[in-house]
């Protein structure tokens, strides 16, 4: 349903309440999400951001319902990949007398994407476009999270516009983040940070500095993805500026699979001895949990606990992904231990503890290996291990 969000600026997105996956299968969408685009009414029209390519014909249909399309005089794209831009060559059809206004590093991926014969004009930092009444002013946001990627301020309504920045893959029947249930929408705001932006996380601190210092006044936050922020708009850049600190809980996650629960029993035996020493830590079956969930966890917690039984030499396939996420998302202030199980060879253990190194995780201490079933010995050493973890999380 079109919704006026401010007088003359609608949001004309879709809510795809049946997504379960993003990027392909690379994220989990537990709650679904929406595709924002806002329509702006002034002496000239723009829209800022399109649609998923499948529901493009949607946002069409939501445009009508505001203006026609043809009289579209500017089309923004804050962000060239699909989920934003896919509605582009219909919205383009529908208003052939439009604009494209892009960053300057969108003058390369908009035409990658889409091959077509469009009018492109880039722009930098703090160029704007006069729509009449009002501008639009523009702020490159490179690496957040891609080096397209923009934010488009409108003057007069006090109102941000930056794409992927501050959402969160979030489906409700309500647009405003004052309509929601507050811990689903900080808790998809975080799996989002976690999962997307971590890897940036230096550069989001100087984004923010830089946005601040225009000294613009944002009465309201309407991201690319999810609810958008009226209430105390602000509370969700200061989120961010926590996030990007990337100054952990005192507690541990400790992730595993296991065969024939040699490795389950060791993983259960150091999270004893967290406990035990007062740490607190959460168990994830990597063969069973989300991946995604399982990372704004590992985000939040001070120590990764990683354990797996010897297969071929190396470990079982499942822990691979998260693996290649903890080098990949260049997480910050951790620390981490390896534990694992074999029968007649050895060697996930060390595997585990080179994969750790390899993603800047420096470890406690050195692992524990239990051949076959492991002993009470074992277990002993095992929360052991789990005891020095813990000593560590509340030394740092």
């Not at 010897?310 to 499942?318: A, D, K, Q, R, V």
Request: hydrophobic share 45%; proline share 5%.
């Amino acid at each position: 349903m079109v919704q006026e969000i401010m007088p003359n600026v609608y949001w004309v997105g879709v809510v795809d309440w049946g997504i379960t996956h993003f990027h392909g299968h690379e994220l989990s969408t537990h709650r679904g999400t929406s595709y924002n685009a806002y329509l702006i009414l002034d002496e000239k029209i723009a829209l800022v951001d399109t649609v998923w390519g499948p529901f493009a014909e949607d946002l069409i249909a939501n445009i009508r319902q505001v203006a026609d399309p043809a009289k579209i005089d500017y089309v923004i794209a804050n962000h060239a990949e699909v989920d934003h831009s896919g509605g582009l060559p219909a919205v383009m059809a529908a208003a052939p007398k439009a604009r494209m206004i892009v960053s300057q590093k969108g003058a390369d991926s908009i035409p990658g994407h889409y091959h077509a014969d469009w009018e492109l004009q880039s722009v930098s930092t703090g160029d704007s476009i006069s729509l009449g009444e009002n501008e639009l002013v523009f702020i490159e946001a490179p690496m957040l999270h891609w080096p397209d990627s923009m934010f488009t301020y409108l003057t007069g309504k006090n109102l941000l516009m930056p794409n992927d920045a501050f959402g969160q893959h979030y489906a409700t029947a309500f647009r405003f983040n004052d309509q929601v249930n507050q811990e689903e929408l900080f808790e998809e705001a975080l799996k989002y940070y976690a999962n997307i932006l971590t890897p940036f996380s230096r550069l989001v601190p100087k984004k923010i500095e830089e946005l601040l210092a225009l000294k613009v006044p944002v009465d309201m936050i309407a991201p690319s993805h999810g609810v958008i922020w009226r209430d105390n708009p602000l509370q969700i850049v200061e989120k961010y500026q926590q996030w990007a600190a990337q100054q952990p809980e005192p507690r541990a996650v400790v992730l595993y699979d296991t065969m024939w629960q040699a490795t389950r029993k060791m993983a259960e035996a150091i999270a004893e001895g967290l406990a035990e020493a007062g740490v607190d830590s959460k168990l994830f079956h990597m063969a069973t949990a989300d991946r995604n969930d399982v990372l704004t966890e590992v985000f939040q917690a001070k120590a990764i606990v990683i354990g797996s039984p010897t297969l071929n030499n190396g470990i079982l396939p499942s822990l691979t992904p998260i693996l290649e996420d903890l080098r990949g998302l260049r997480f910050q202030n951790k620390i981490g231990a390896a534990f694992g199980s074999y029968g007649w060879a050895g060697g996930s253990v060390k595997r585990l503890e080179q994969e750790l190194e390899a993603a800047k995780i420096p470890l406690v201490r050195e692992g524990v290996a239990a051949r076959w079933q492991p002993t009470e010995d074992d277990l002993a050493e095992c929360r052991k291990l789990g005891a020095d973890v813990a000593a560590a999380v509340k030394q740092a």
